[in-house]
């Protein structure tokens, strides 16, 4: 299996006699892959987490950017159509609010010479909420990275930040803010989040219930996985990488959340809360219920449950109904896992009490 991947390029951006090296991330959208400029504000960090290789104990060269020069480069990228947007995040220096003041005014040098395109801005935890309020207005989205499940993980890792006020309210509210935005065409892309994975001693289950409060309660239009990799001169430097299996199995599970109306309760897990990454989560759970659905009779939310078939195929089916036999199904663009759950009869053999 090949994973989608950040895939990173480089490229040299003339600027009258200066050099700028500047990383170009190719994002995912939907099908589409989009060029996005994804840097800091700056790499000079105040936090000493034991998973970071910026972190402030650690002796790098460190680097910051103006406001008015990088809104300089991003213009410039764009202009040449080397980009589509900007992703900007920071690490912290000094605090919090003096990050996000200099995230906001690049966006704001920006949008005043004409730069219409995608800003994605990630905020810093304990970022004040008038600023907050500001960046849901300039933005098309903002987030804040809760990085970790629970306060006990992030002692563990050293973070040393009020979970519940610098984390958890600050997204609460990010996500009231954008609703607001949203009715007025503002923030389009709405709120996300990211996850480690495997730094601490998070279980799936825990990374799993955070991601579904983001998707139902928060309305977050995507949450990130990202699979421990050891830094050299951390703390963390001989642990092991984690299995970017464990991080793909995560996003199955996070799309059959958002967009399948699964819930973090309904996922097979080991012993240990986490998911087998050696088999598909969807079908895991149709074999745990020994699922059959009569595939002219029932309901869509039930059709979707079936491993195989996705939500453009089960409105295909909708449509074409009734289905006379596997031929058709083939057709219509459905996979050969999907059939020994799939029943011709007209009467439905198994009702999906499951997910109700």
Known sequence: MSFKREKWSRLVVNSGFDQYRVPIFSACAGSRRVPLLKTLISSRCRNNCKFCAIRCEEKIARERWEPEELASVALKLWKFGNIKGLFLSSSVERDSDYVVEKELETVEILRKRGFTAYIHLRLMPGTDIELIKQSVEIADRVGINIEF????????????????????KRIKFISRQVKKAQKEGKCKAGIDTQMVVGASDETDKQILDVSEWMYKKLNARR???????????TPLEKKPAESRWREYRLYQCSFLIQKYNFSSKDFVLDDSDKLPVDQ??????????????????????????????????ADS???SRPIKNLQQLKKLGVLGRAHQFIDFKREVQTRLNFWK
């Open 149 to 168: 499940p629970n306060k006990g993980h992030y002692d563990d890792m050293k973070l040393f930040l009020d979970f519940k006020q610098d984390i958890i």
């Open 223 to 233: 949450v990130y996985y990202s699979a421990f990799e050891p830094m050299k001169n």
């Open 280 to 313: 598909d989560p969807k079908l895991l759970i149709a074999k745990k219920l020994s699922l059959k659905v009569d595939i002219n009779n029932c309901k869509y939310d039930e059709l979707i449950k079936v491993p195989g078939i996705g939500l453009k195929t």
């Open 317 to 319: 089916i909708i449509q």
